[in-house]
């Protein structure tokens, strides 16, 4: 039976967080908050989980689902290489709003969709969020809702959408952002902005050391 935990409360986040991490290990889906919107996430190794996901949200492999992670450190061990602009974008905007689309590690077991060989990576800045990944490890998340409907901003949004197909809810309040994370793709010679939202391109640009309009 779904059952929303509220965060706010220690108590029942303690419960929450543990029957998240039971749900998620166990191979089943969770809610989850982060600073930009909800997320519905399950383990990023576990590809029947990751299939059962992205039934829930009815949406195909052709749109690969996003990877968060909990700590900077966790990226080394997700990625083909990671170059010195990866590092300066981690280490100046993460934990917060911009997702990194990067060369996979070759070796890695899981089933994201049609990732051509990369993965889109993010630590979202959330304490709920970060609690969590800190102990399940990598999560393969994507936005709490249905494919094409508007995306959950609070738990009971999320809940009014995908119902008994989750677990577990974690109620963190109503997102700060409530605008999706901000895309860059690393995974070829130069950058490319693939999406601009949370963290504004200007910010990224100054970061890379780069004219904002060749990310575009």
Not at 40 to 66: I, Y
Not at 73 to 97: C, F, H, K, M
Not at 186 to 202: I, M
Request: proline content about 7%; overall charge negative; charged content about 20%.
């Amino acid at each position: 039976m779904s059952r929303i935990y509220d965060c706010a409360d220690s108590e029942s986040r303690e419960l929450g967080l543990r029957a998240a991490f039971n749900a998620v290990k166990g191979g089943r889906l969770v809610v989850l908050p982060t600073d930009t919107l909800y997320g519905l996430g399950c383990d990023a190794f576990d590809n029947d989980a990751v299939n059962r996901l992205l039934a829930a949200k009815n949406r195909g492999p052709n749109m690969p689902v996003p990877v968060l992670v909990g700590s900077w450190d966790t990226i080394q061990g997700l990625v083909a290489e990671y170059s010195p602009q990866a590092r300066a974008l981690v280490e100046a905007l993460w934990p917060g709003g911009l997702s990194i689309v990067i060369r996979q590690a070759p070796s890695l077991p899981w089933n994201l969709g049609d990732t051509r060989g990369t993965v889109m990576l993010r630590m979202p800045l959330h304490p709920v969020a970060i609690e969590l990944l800190r102990e399940t490890g990598p999560m393969a998340v994507s936005s709490a809702n249905i494919s094409g409907q508007p995306p959950a901003t609070t738990a009971e949004d999320a809940k009014n959408q995908l119902g008994s197909a989750v677990n577990v809810y974690l109620d963190g309040g109503e997102c700060v952002v409530g605008t999706a994370s901000t895309i860059i793709d690393l995974s070829h010679r130069e950058p490319k902005l693939l999406r601009e939202g949370a963290v504004p391109a200007e910010k990224i640009a100054e970061i890379l050391g780069v004219d904002v309009e060749s990310l575009r």
